[in-house]
């Protein structure tokens, strides 16, 4: 028992804990499982299975996915098959084919040393070591969207989703490949026998609901915080705050409001979190622009960044076009009775002051992941200089 009298166990809001339970996430771990529960049937007739996983950040994929493994893993181990499930996250392990091969050896077989193989040596010797010891895989590629964005070296997605041609004298031991990505975005860099050998098909991890929120952060504080620490006040506030278009249903940064806050209580020697506690982090959080910021800002900046704001509102997204901040920036100057408007120069400069950041023309968006308060404050700003 922790001797804080507000957290029980703060390590239980770190991103890296992995909850028992990721409620609302049934339907998705139902499918997962479906598809490879035949496995148990005859392992040696379940074709090679590629899956793909798509959705935003902060909306519990990797969890859900590490949640089916262990529901497989012992499903499997039930029928007396030994399966040995790979979770890879691409961002920490390597930018390179020869990296991830190496990992995935590494993992799969230990005893085997991976020194001086080519990357096609790697995969056969990975084969050959399942089959040999009666073994299954499956693969799981998490963030393969940052790497096919970052690296040149796509021929993993090539090679892995036709890990059952590679010697097809053989029987391949490794029931699937499980692609996660935040988008569809990285199907541009890919070519069509990618694409093909892919599938076009995934499972959808929609956005919760602000009730699915707040049921999930209910629980995790259950498990965090100690008995009336947090109030529904908070829960409600941060609910509000994680479906709203910047945040994006992200319940990282839900999580992460809560800790600090928590942190802020015991430091200030409150008995509960308090609502002010929660919305001076978040404040602080967004300080991707600060006041000084702010007050640096000429008229026609702080239009052109009201206008990125209701363009994301009203398009529900992390980024907004360019288009759409024309519309949005025109209609709010004529309000100020202001008519002339370069916005692409307006823009670039808001890009270098680094408040805003400009993927493409179709997407532009802020560098900080909270901008709920930037609104009033540009608001009152612009109100008390006109
Ligand atoms: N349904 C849920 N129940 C409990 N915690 C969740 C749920 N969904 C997400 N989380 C938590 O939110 C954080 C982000 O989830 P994660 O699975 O890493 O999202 P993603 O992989 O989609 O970015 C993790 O700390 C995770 O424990
Ligand atoms: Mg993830």
């Given at each position: 028992?922790?001797?804080?009298?507000?957290?029980?166990?703060?390590?239980?809001?770190?991103?890296?804990?992995?909850?028992?339970?990721?409620?609302h996430r049934e339907k998705q771990i139902d499918i997962l499982v479906r598809t490879f529960l035949d496995i148990k049937d005859d392992p040696d007739k379940f074709p090679l299975t590629v899956l793909q996983i798509i959705g935003p950040a902060g909306i519990g994929k990797t969890s859900t996915v590490i949640k089916f493994s262990d529901i497989l893993e012992n499903e499997l181990r039930k029928n007396k098959i030994n399966i040995k499930i790979v979770y890879i996250n691409l961002k920490l392990q390597g930018g390179n084919k020869y990296a991830i091969y190496k990992y995935l050896l590494s993992c799969i077989a230990p005893e085997l040393p991976a020194q001086g193989l080519s990357a096609e040596e790697m995969l056969r010797q990975l084969l050959d070591y399942l089959s040999i010891n009666n073994m299954y895989s499956l693969i799981?590629?998490?963030?393969?969207?940052?790497?096919?964005?970052?690296s040149k070296e796509i021929g993993i997605i090539y090679d892995l989703t036709r890990l059952n041609e590679f010697d097809p004298s053989k029987k391949c031991?490794?029931?699937?490949?499980?692609?996660?990505?935040?988008?569809?975005?990285?199907?541009?860099?890919?070519?069509?026998?990618?694409?093909?050998?892919?599938?076009?098909?995934?499972?959808?991890?929609?956005?919760?609901?602000?009730?699915?929120?707040s049921d999930i952060l209910i629980r995790r504080s259950k498990d965090a915080f100690q008995e009336n620490v947090i109030g529904t006040d908070i829960i409600d506030w941060i609910a509000k705050i994680v479906i709203s278009p910047i945040v994006n249903g992200d319940i990282r940064y839900a999580l992460d409001l809560l800790s600090y806050a928590g942190n802020?209580?015991?430091?200030?020697?409150?008995?509960?979190?308090?609502?002010d506690h929660v919305k001076k982090i978040n404040k602080q959080i967004y300080n991707g622009i600060t006041d000084e910021d702010i007050i640096e800002l000429s008229k026609l900046q702080i239009i052109v960044l009201l206008g990125i704001i209701k363009g994301l509102k009203i398009k529900h997204k992390d980024y907004v076009d360019l288009k759409e901040i024309r519309i949005q920036s025109l209609e709010i100057a004529e309000k100020y009775k202001l008519r002339k408007l370069d916005i692409e120069d307006i823009l670039d400069d808001l890009a270098t002051r680094k408040i805003i950041k400009i993927?493409?023309?179709?997407?532009?968006?802020?560098?900080?992941?909270?901008?709920?308060?930037?609104?009033?404050?540009?608001?009152?700003?612009?109100?008390s200089t006109s």
């Amino acid at each position: 028992m922790s001797d804080s009298i507000i957290f029980k166990d703060r390590k239980k809001l770190s991103p890296r804990y992995l909850p028992k339970e990721i409620p609302h996430r049934e339907k998705q771990i139902d499918i997962l499982v479906r598809t490879f529960l035949d496995i148990k049937d005859d392992p040696d007739k379940f074709p090679l299975t590629v899956l793909q996983i798509i959705g935003p950040a902060g909306i519990g994929k990797t969890s859900t996915v590490i949640k089916f493994s262990d529901i497989l893993e012992n499903e499997l181990r039930k029928n007396k098959i030994n399966i040995k499930i790979v979770y890879i996250n691409l961002k920490l392990q390597g930018g390179n084919k020869y990296a991830i091969y190496k990992y995935l050896l590494s993992c799969i077989a230990p005893e085997l040393p991976a020194q001086g193989l080519s990357a096609e040596e790697m995969l056969r010797q990975l084969l050959d070591y399942l089959s040999i010891n009666n073994m299954y895989s499956l693969i799981i590629l998490d963030e393969i969207d940052y790497l096919i964005k970052i690296s040149k070296e796509i021929g993993i997605i090539y090679d892995l989703t036709r890990l059952n041609e590679f010697d097809p004298s053989k029987k391949c031991n490794v029931m699937g490949v499980i692609f996660i990505a935040r988008s569809t975005e990285f199907y541009e860099k890919l070519d069509e026998a990618e694409l093909s050998s892919m599938g076009r098909t995934y499972i959808e991890f929609p956005n919760y609901t602000i009730d699915q929120v707040s049921d999930i952060l209910i629980r995790r504080s259950k498990d965090a915080f100690q008995e009336n620490v947090i109030g529904t006040d908070i829960i409600d506030w941060i609910a509000k705050i994680v479906i709203s278009p910047i945040v994006n249903g992200d319940i990282r940064y839900a999580l992460d409001l809560l800790s600090y806050a928590g942190n802020l209580a015991e430091s200030e020697g409150t008995e509960r979190v308090l609502l002010d506690h929660v919305k001076k982090i978040n404040k602080q959080i967004y300080n991707g622009i600060t006041d000084e910021d702010i007050i640096e800002l000429s008229k026609l900046q702080i239009i052109v960044l009201l206008g990125i704001i209701k363009g994301l509102k009203i398009k529900h997204k992390d980024y907004v076009d360019l288009k759409e901040i024309r519309i949005q920036s025109l209609e709010i100057a004529e309000k100020y009775k202001l008519r002339k408007l370069d916005i692409e120069d307006i823009l670039d400069d808001l890009a270098t002051r680094k408040i805003i950041k400009i993927i493409s023309l179709k997407k532009i968006s802020f560098i900080s992941s909270s901008v709920e308060n930037l609104e009033k404050t540009l608001i009152s700003k612009i109100d008390s200089t006109s």
